[in-house]
Nanobody
Framework: VQLQASGGGLVQAGGSLRLSCAAS????????VGWFRQAPGLEREFVAA????????YYADSVKGRFTISRDNAKNTVYLQMSSLKPEDTAVYYC????????????????WGQGTQVTVSS
């Protein structure tokens, strides 16, 4: 499966953005999908994950209550709705997919897309 993230940009603190992860390839609906981010000089960190059905979601504590992950399997797309953005959310955001359960995807994934830059100004 090939993944392409989009939707990043520059936003003021307190604002919102919606990222999209579009997938090509067969059987995308059988993959769990996660979002990760990496800020300059820092390690990549897990942000959120969603099961193949969309029935189970998982979030990092730092984004819980502010970010929402969802998916539309008919469109082969996973979304990350980000609200109440903070300057510390600034990073390159990546989506990733794996056949393993969504709860385990925070440890890494098999397929990765290119990143999209999110910059939150104070």
């Amino acid at each position: 499966v090939q993944l392409q993230a989009s939707g990043g940009g520059l936003v003021q603190a307190g604002g919102s953005l919606r990222l999209s992860c579009a997938a090509s390839g067969r059987f995308f609906s059988s993959y769990a999908v996660g979002w990760f981010r990496q800020a300059p000089g820092l390690e990549r960190e897990f942000v959120a994950a969603i099961s193949w059905s969309g029935g189970d979601t998982y979030y990092a504590d730092s984004v819980k209550g502010r970010f929402t992950i969802s998916r539309d399997n008919a469109k082969n797309t996973v979304y990350l709705q980000m609200s109440s953005l903070k300057p510390e959310d600034t990073a390159v955001y990546y989506c990733a997919a794996d056949h393993r359960p969504a709860w385990s995807i925070r440890r890494g994934a098999e397929y990765w897309g290119q990143g999209t830059q999110v910059t939150v100004s104070s």
